[in-house]
């Protein structure tokens, strides 16, 4: 999207929950995943991974993070002019994420408050859900987003 | 390493600064990166990114993540009996991640504590710095480590 239409921060829909869409997770997509980004046994090797807690490959949470950043990105920020992510608070992996598991983003703009330079600080919340119904993911995102309010201090 | 050479929690070492090693990033890895987690202009669009804040495509803060996971996987976690991450707290983006970066990591255990069914409740603090000797990013991470102490509950 050019830059000239992404909406400001104050455009940003206070309170409301956006669905963001699914994900389907495949075992060569953990696999790979983990083999780059943190290859621990039980994130890429099958074998031993069946003899884990977790009786096969579970997804890294950087990974579950990852997804979730790509969903809400497709769905909500590149609506609006982000500057930059500041501080991601309590991200919590509530449950081992699978081969075969879709995983849906949910977020929720918390808040919006302006700050220095025509930007606006803005918080929010966001999780995925598996195809269960039961919660795997779920975070608070402060960002930084262009806006024409005043600047606050 | 083999399951049965995977250290417990209380071998952990306490309180010590441990050097993880340095990643370096390409351009090419920060658009690879971005363009399939987190697909903002940013992150992805070298000539858009030119007329942005910064002046150039930055890593996604999910990359620059990735990267510490990598970096703390290899040099400490691996050696250790984790079952999984729990949760990372202040998740903190200090400072644009660009190409040529090179990023060193380090890990401090900051806490041990026996949790249910064997296991330990371990956060670890850990930073990435550039090469201007600049913090990057900082996060605290909760997880859980099997162990041979008495289980705590």
Chains 1, 2 share one sequence.
């Not at 495949?26 to 009786?55: K, N, R």
């Not at 982000?82 to 081969?99: D, K, Q």
């Amino acid at each position: 999207m050019a830059a000239s239409v992404r909406l400001p921060a104050e455009e940003m829909p206070l309170g409301v929950e956006i669905d963001c869409g699914a994900h389907e997770l495949t075992e060569a997509e953990i696999i790979e995943f983990g083999s780059l980004w943190d290859p621990q046994y039980f994130h890429i090797d099958p074998d031993a991974a069946a003899h884990s807690t977790f009786g096969g490959v579970i997804a890294s949470g950087v990974h579950t993070t990852a997804i979730f950043q790509r969903l809400a990105t497709l769905a909500v920020y590149n609506r609006y002019d982000v500057i930059a992510g500041r501080e991601i608070r309590s991200l919590r992996f509530l449950t081992p994420v699978r081969a075969g598991d879709v995983l849906t983003g949910s977020v929720v703009l918390r808040s919006i408050a302006p700050a220095r330079r025509g930007r606006c600080l803005v918080t929010i919340a966001g999780t995925l859900t598996n195809q269960e119904g039961v919660l795997v993911l779920t975070l608070e995102v402060d960002s930084l987003v262009r806006s024409r309010l005043p600047s606050g201090e």
